[in-house]
Nanobody
Framework: VQLVESGGGLVQAGGSLRLSCVAS????????MGWFRQAPGKEREFVAV????????YYADSVKGRFTISRDNAKNTVYLQMNSLKPEDTAVYFC???????????????????WGQGTQVTVSS
């Protein structure tokens, strides 16, 4: 199983980026998918999660109203649209997938079984 993120880069504050995460080796159409991020010297933190159908989403307070998570199950891909970026959004962004099927959406790293290698997002002031 492999998750590969792309779309990161350098952007000025107020700008936008769209991250993609393509899964291979397994379909995640029945599983929730999430995005996390890790800044230098800090722990990995939750950003957003989307249910298997895409009908439910949940966001960290720090990104609510600015970021949008979505998915295309036909392409086994999950996206993170990031708008109004701030310097404090600078981090490595990771895609994650759950193995099980749960009724609730999870925001802890412990709940996710599959991880990508990450893509760097840098927001300049």
């Amino acid at each position: 199983v492999q998750l590969v993120e792309s779309g990161g880069g350098l952007v000025q504050a107020g700008g936008s980026l769209r991250l993609s995460c393509v899964a291979s080796g397994r379909t995640f159409s029945s599983n929730a998918m999430g995005w996390f991020r890790q800044a230098p010297g800090k722990e990995r933190e939750f950003v957003a999660v989307i249910s298997s159908s895409g009908g439910s989403t949940y966001y960290a307070d720090s990104v609510k109203g600015r970021f949008t998570i979505s998915r295309d199950n036909a392409k086994n891909t999950v996206y993170l649209q990031m708008n109004s970026l701030k310097p404090e959004d600078t981090a490595v962004y990771f895609c994650a997938g759950e193995r099980g099927r749960w009724a609730t959406l999870h925001s802890s790293t412990w709940d996710y079984d599959y991880w990508g290698q990450g893509t760097q997002v840098t927001v300049s002031s």
